[in-house]
């Protein structure tokens, strides 16, 4: 939850405060009997029988893969289970793991030459850094479940939230143990509206703070579930699940933890399509396969559901030599992928093109680590995602004359909202927007709190807020490209 803009009527307020969503009702995921260890990152806790109450699972932090055991047999990607199953010749028939089955199967674009990576995958984009994905997996526990005890040892800001909380994430995170608070290392905020009554997955849930935030905000009738892969993490917040539902005055708990990996959710028994909304906060950057989370995370959400979630990106590819520094890892920074890579990636997994809700530059402070990233950028950004019906985002943004007018019914947005940059609307003016942000509000849960003018039947061009133009000299020699700003005075930070 990054922080809110204030509430001026005359300039959006970025993506602020939470609101209802749709009536679903959501019961506690059963997880498998006993999961198997997967690659990286896996998310915070799980029970074993996926319930809600239990506490005997463990926690991790940002993405810390869990304990290994040593009867577990599982492997990286590409790896059959067991040493003595592979097969030289076969690289591309995987073992019962999902890893290598074709992105087609999953709602990204097949891989169109290499055995288990989409040719248009850079180097940078699948690189496994730490001499692999299990070294990287173990790092991150080592460091999440062992190095650091709280938010305050880490060495740089990367992975603390800046600025400070809205009212309304203030009173929530009122009613949040200290103990689950003192052990949060997310690098943004939950901004989540509309969500009342929604069924929300935290992907690196750690402590649980998001969890116990979302908690309060869905209400009774909602349900969250956090997956992590770090056993001290998990612990903490299943230790503290029967306090939070008794200061939230619940009949019994809406939360849910599970022990897994974010690439691997395949594995924790949750049903495709079962999720209004999908969060994470600061996690995805740790994990080696990211195209797995979103590939994964597209199948689990519902039509008209979105990923909304905050993340470390860098202005260009981190070279592979920073790839292989444990402690940059840890601090995430060496996993962080270049912004351009990862909105092409989210587009060939099937969500439409990410919208940037907020964003800020990652001061590093501290000389030891600025020495060894040298001009590297980093931002923290919050991105949405949005799944549609296959065939219904454009690869641009293009104009068909159509408007829509906010009606100011979002809980804490009366005057203004922010959808993402380029797209924020004052309460009661007539706003053009492109096709794909048209068809973004119409086909999910803010379609109620917006009027819609128009449709798809003539076009008129490249829709010009987002910067792009008849691209032809001759056309601006004429006067007929159209330079308005992008996004004008906008909301989003």
Not at 19 to 29: A, D, F, W
Not at 303 to 323: I, K, Q
């Amino acid at each position: 939850m990054d922080e809110s803009k204030g509430a001026a009527a005359t300039k959006p307020k970025c993506c602020g405060p939470k609101s209802k969503t749709g009536n679903e009702t959501s019961e506690p995921v059963a997880a498998p009997e006993e999961k198997k260890k997967s690659s990286c990152c896996g998310p915070k806790s799980a029970n074993v029988q996926g319930s809600s109450e239990s506490g005997s699972s463990s926690t991790s932090g940002c993405c810390k893969p869990a304990q290994k055991d040593e009867s577990d047999t599982s492997s990286g990607c590409c790896k059959p289970k067991k040493e003595e199953e592979k097969k030289p010749s076969s690289c591309c028939k995987p073992a019962a793991s999902s890893c290598c089955k074709p992105a087609a199967s999953t709602g990204c674009k097949p891989a169109a030459s290499s055995c288990c990576k989409p040719a248009s995958v850079t180097p940078a984009m699948q690189a496994t850094d730490m001499d692999g994905a299990d070294a990287v997996k173990d790092a991150v526990k080592e460091y999440y479940g062992k190095t650091l005890s709280k938010s305050g040892d880490l060495k740089t800001n990367a992975c603390c939230t800046s600025g400070a909380p809205d009212e309304r994430l203030k009173d929530a995170l009122r009613n949040v143990h200290d103990e689950v608070l003192a052990k949060y290392y997310g690098c943004g905020s939950v901004e989540l509206d509309v969500i009342e009554g929604a069924r929300i997955l935290d992907l690196g849930s750690g402590s649980g703070r998001d969890v116990y935030v979302l908690s309060q905000w869905v209400g009774p009738e909602g349900h969250v579930v956090g997956v992590d892969m770090t056993d001290e993490q998990l612990d903490v917040a299943r230790k503290h699940q029967e306090y939070h539902r008794e200061r939230f005055g619940y009949d019994s708990s809406n939360v849910t933890f599970l022990k897994g990996y974010i690439e691997r959710l395949e594995e924790l028994g949750l049903e495709a399509g079962s999720f209004d909304l999908i969060t994470s906060n600061c996690v995805i950057n740790l994990c080696p396969d990211k195209r797995a989370v979103l590939r994964e995370a597209y199948k689990l959400l519902k039509t008209g559901g979105m990923m909304e979630f905050s993340d470390v990106y860098a202005e260009r590819r981190v070279p592979d030599e920073l790839r292989k520094d444990p402690v940059l890892w840890g601090e995430c920074l060496s996993g962080a992928l270049y912004w351009g890579d990862f909105e092409n990636m989210a587009v060939e997994c099937g969500f439409g093109r990410p919208l940037i809700v907020k964003d800020s530059v990652i001061t590093i402070e501290n000389k030891a680590v600025e020495a060894k990233i040298g001009h590297i950028r980093f931002y923290s950004v919050t991105y949405r995602l949005t799944k549609l019906e296959e065939g219904t985002f454009e690869a641009s943004e293009e104009d068909y004359g159509q408007a829509v007018v906010y009606k100011g019914t979002i809980d804490g947005n009366e005057h203004e909202y922010c959808l993402g940059l380029g797209a924020e609307f004052i309460t009661g003016k007539i706003t053009p927007v492109s096709g794909n942000v048209f068809a973004t509000l119409q086909r999910s849960r803010f379609a109620e709190h917006f009027s819609f003018y128009g449709d798809t039947s003539r076009h008129f061009g490249p829709f010009s807020r987002t910067g792009r133009s008849v691209p032809f000299k001759s056309a601006q020699q004429l006067g007929a490209v159209d330079t308005t700003p992008v996004g004008g005075d906008s909301c989003c930070s």
